[in-house]
């Protein structure tokens, strides 16, 4: 019979206990390293991840005080729209001038030296006419005239200075007009035509019959005299936007001061009496020559046919016998 075993002590059931918590802190604490190295992997992944992302967007950020490159693109897209644009400037100046004559010499010289034209010029002067008494006042020669000049458009604010230096400016006024879809709509029937002319000569060339014939030289005339028509206004719109007429009004200062007199008076009242009896008698003598012409036409119509019955009513009562006398 074998001998029964014998149950393990309680010495080595503690050693055994304190082993396998020796054990299982072990595994904790290797499980735990392996986390906390992920954890700080991870975070520098994402730190140099996020490093990266901010020096490209440095790098692509602009620096300070210069334009982006959309914004650079925007702005040289307006230019370009505004530099495209057909645009008509006029101007209208008032001077007042010393003599008038002169300032239109030099208003001619000034178009030329721009390189432009006189397009209408009225002048009117007096220089031989001495002062003329006016209620009171001493008029001086005066004149006045207006002056109209086309200048290239790029030379319009210069001519305007120069202008200005010709007398004291009174008034100074500039207008633009836009007139770029009119030229483009204009140049667009242009081309149309041009093409429209074309199909038709080529239809012509390969045309056999008369009547065919004669049918499409009637329609290329028609669309030749349209197509010239709009090149006319192509063009007129074209020298609208390359020269830039100045219309320029000339007057002179033509009256001194009026010396201050009384108006009332005996003396005053004599000469206004005076005046307007000499202008009653001026209009009555004008009504009188008025009334001439008709009064003697009147007469040669009448006086000979008052004559007439005149003599033919006198024999007539001449005939009658007297009445006899009563008793």
Do not use: H, N
Request: proline fraction near 7%; glycine fraction near 8%; charge should be negative.
């Amino acid at each position: 019979m074998r001998p029964l075993s014998r149950p393990p002590s309680r010495p080595s059931r503690l050693a055994a206990v304190a082993l396998a918590g020796t054990l299982a802190l072990g595994l904790a604490a290797c499980s735990a390293g392996d986390d906390s190295g992920a954890s700080v992997g991870g975070a520098a992944d994402l730190a140099t991840q996020s490093d990266g992302a901010v020096r490209e967007e440095a790098a692509g950020a602009p620096a300070p005080g210069a334009v982006a490159p959309d914004k650079a693109q925007s702005t040289t897209t307006v230019i370009s729209a505004i530099t495209d644009r057909k645009l008509a400037r006029r101007a209208d100046v008032s001077l007042r001038v010393e003599d008038v004559t002169a300032a239109a010499s030099r208003l001619r010289a000034i178009a030329s030296a721009a390189g432009g034209l006189v397009v209408a010029e009225e002048v009117s002067s007096d220089p031989d006419e001495g002062p003329v008494p006016l209620g009171g006042a001493v008029t001086s020669p005066s004149g006045w005239g207006s002056v109209t000049i086309s200048v290239p458009v790029e030379r319009l604010d210069a001519t305007l200075d120069e202008v200005a230096e010709v007398g004291t400016v009174l008034s100074r006024r500039t207008g633009t007009s836009d007139v770029t879809g009119q030229y483009v709509d204009t140049a667009s029937r242009v081309e149309s035509l041009k093409a429209s002319v074309e199909r038709v000569r080529a239809l012509m060339s390969r045309a056999t019959k008369l009547a065919d014939i004669v049918t499409l030289e009637s329609e290329l005339s028609r669309r030749q005299a349209d197509l010239e028509s709009m090149q006319q206004q192509l063009a007129a719109l074209e020298d609208r936007v390359a020269l830039a007429p100045i219309s320029v009004t000339l007057s002179t200062t033509g009256e001194t001061p009026p010396t201050t007199e009384d108006p009332t008076g005996f003396l005053a009242g004599l000469a206004a009496g005076w005046a307007a009896f000499t202008t009653s008698v001026r209009l009555l003598l004008t009504l009188l020559g008025a009334l001439l012409p008709f009064a003697v036409a009147t007469a040669a119509v009448v006086v000979p046919l008052v004559v007439w019955w005149r003599r033919r009513t006198r024999p007539v009562m001449a005939a009658t016998p007297p009445s006899a006398p009563t008793a």
